[in-house]
């Protein structure tokens, strides 16, 4: 089954400017899908009509095979949790088992039981050390996975991260994409992560492309990636990996395209 | 006149249960017209030393001197006024500090401040407006309808209405997609290149240090672990391996094309000239 669909899906703000244009795209369950592409492109609208904070001018989304409307969107969202870019912005209990209790609170979970589910979710990412902590004085990708956690406690099927590392420093980044990876390969959640980071898209297993909100390429990252045409049209850049294996094709070595610097060395053997 | 820095020390809430050593005998020459990054990891001190350049923070004990200003642990408070307009300080998210009903109002916040007549505040607008890749049609809208990397615009706008010897920038492209923090790097590039102005650097994104920056600084507890122009910097990643930062791809390439028994000249730093000096290598080559 899908986990999500979107069939012929248009939308505008105003009226006037069409954000998305009859996108259709499937997302099959258990996988990790990045979307990439401009800003204005229609990334953010997409996540947005998902969790239904919009709602589509035209077309249907189904999630999880059910199709989004009124009645059920509250029963929707208990399966898919999304994770915001500023990590500032998402805060809302004043220490870590607070803010991870919020969730839990609003879906009537017996207080007897929230202290397990609490320490349970903070353990997943390595932020157990942390449930008496302030806000504040985490980092930002401790806020992040902390964000993170606050979802973990409501089980869900599907997370959407929106640019959820762009404000993180390196090493913030880091922790949060493993984080990421590990949520998808270990509880086979469905991860949908929508990034300008491409070092980050290519570690996902389908890479989406969006221009001008129409799906322009959907691939595996290495191939959607070689697509020189589209990547040098949409002035998106390449991970660093694959620009290096375009330059040594260039200088006349025999490498195929791959997402890391150490599969790209061990393509190469040195004369003596 | 570069920049110096004697034997900086600063302490966070001296005398207190919450007494922390931030800087701990900082001395530096910092050149002027030129771009230098400042690296180093979350509290090795980078934030407290660029607040010093125009004394949002002053020495617990040593000096700096910078754009002709001496500031001492006795500099009093009015006399930075004046160094604030030489040394314009842009922090990590500009954007979140805008806070005027329009961009023209915004912009003029800080002219406004140093006694600067309107007439002259506007002449400066817009010979700042393009320099930053925005035209007078956004002068009347609120700097609130604008995209992220717009609203940063309009927030180094206004410090650049001020026409600073010195800019001091904090992760100015942190949070922007790819094509954004270029253009923005390259604004900063245009000013360092056309206008001479001496730029600092305060960054996490080794690739941009890599592209831009003439120097590197890296502050580690609150000391000066290294200074260095930025291609002998980079034949070192084992100083950036020590403060836990990943070195550049190109650098990282070298080294795992080193270990895989090639010989790589350390002065390469474009894959162009990488890969020729890989094919050369390589088995089965004639």
Redesign the interface.
């Known amino acids: 089954m899908e986990a999500i669909a979107l069939d012929h899906l248009s939308f505008s703000y105003d009226g006037e400017n069409p954000v998305l244009k009859n996108l259709s795209l499937t997302i099959p369950k258990g996988s990790y899908t990045a979307i990439v592409g401009h800003n204005g492109s229609g990334k953010s609208t997409l996540a947005k009509l998902i969790i239904g904070l919009l709602e589509p001018g035209a077309g249907q989304i189904k999630v999880l095979g059910q199709t989004l409307s009124d009645e059920n969107l509250s029963q929707v969202r208990d399966h898919v949790g999304i994770v915001f870019q500023n990590p500032d912005n998402q805060f809302i209990g004043s220490t870590v088992a607070d803010d991870i209790a919020f969730g839990l609170e609003n879906h009537c979970v017996p207080t007897e039981d929230m202290q397990a589910m609490i320490e349970e979710s903070a353990a997943k990412v390595g932020m157990s050390a942390y449930l008496d902590a302030e806000p504040t004085n985490l980092s930002g990708g401790q806020k992040q996975r902390v964000a993170i956690a606050g979802i973990l406690a409501m089980a869900p099927d599907i997370i959407i991260f929106d640019e959820s590392t762009s404000m993180l420093d390196p090493q913030g980044k880091a922790s949060v994409n493993a984080q990421i990876r590990k949520l998808n390969q270990e509880k086979n959640i469905t991860i949908l992560s929508i990034t300008h980071d491409m070092e980050e898209a290519s570690q996902a297993e389908q890479v989406v492309v969006l221009d001008q909100g129409e799906v322009a390429a959907v691939g595996r990252p290495e191939d959607v990636f070689m697509n020189e045409e589209l990547m040098s049209r949409l002035r998106l850049e390449l991970p660093f990996a694959l620009k290096a294996a375009k330059a040594f094709q260039k200088a006349g070595l025999n490498v195929s395209p791959v997402l890391s610097t150490e599969a790209l060395v061990e393509e190469l053997c040195p004369s003596k | 006149m570069s920049i110096k820095i004697n034997d900086l020390e600063y302490t966070y809430s001296p005398g207190t249960p919450f007494e922390h050593q931030a800087l701990k005998g900082v001395n530096l020459e910092i050149p002027e017209g030129k771009v230098t990054a400042i690296i180093g990891?979350?509290g090795s001190g980078k934030s407290t030393l660029v607040q010093h350049l125009n004394a949002l923070l002053k020495p617990t004990k040593g000096s700096v001197e910078i754009a002709g200003f001496q500031i001492t642990p006795d500099t009093k408070l009015k006399d930075a006024k004046m160094l604030r307009k030489k040394v314009g300080l842009v922090f990590q998210?500009p954007e979140y500090q805008l806070f005027e009903e329009t961009i023209a109002k915004d912009i003029a916040f800080g002219p406004k401040n140093f006694g600067i007549s309107e007439e002259e505040t506007n002449q400066r607008i817009k010979e700042v407006l393009p320099l930053v890749g925005l035209d007078e049609s956004y002068l009347e809208r609120s700097p609130f309808e604008l995209?992220g990397?717009q609203k940063r615009r309009v927030a180094i706008a206004g410090i650049l209405v001020q026409d600073p010897e010195v800019l001091v920038l904090d992760e100015p492209a942190?949070?922007l997609?790819?094509?954004?923090a270029k253009e923005m790097m390259n604004l900063f590039m245009r000013l360092n290149q056309q206008a001479g102005k001496t730029i600092l650097l305060v960054s996490?994104?080794m690739e941009h240090v890599l592209e831009y920056c003439d120097e590197v600084i890296v502050l580690a507890d609150g000391q000066v672990k290294t200074q260095l122009p930025v291609h002998e910097f980079f034949k070192h990643p084992e100083i950036l391996r020590e403060i836990?930062?990943?070195p550049p791809?190109?650098v990282?390439?070298k080294e795992?094309?080193q270990n895989?028994?090639?010989q790589i000249n350390p002065d390469t730093y474009s894959?162009?000239e990488?890969?020729?000096e890989?094919?050369s290598?390589?088995?089965?080559?004639e």
Not at chain 2, 177 to 180: A, E, G, K, L, T
């Open positions: 990891q979350t998210f995209s990397g942190a949070g997609d790819p094509q954004s996490h994104d836990h930062i990943n791809g190109i990282n390439l795992t094309l895989k028994g090639f894959l162009d990488l890969a020729k890989v094919e290598q390589v088995a089965g080559h």
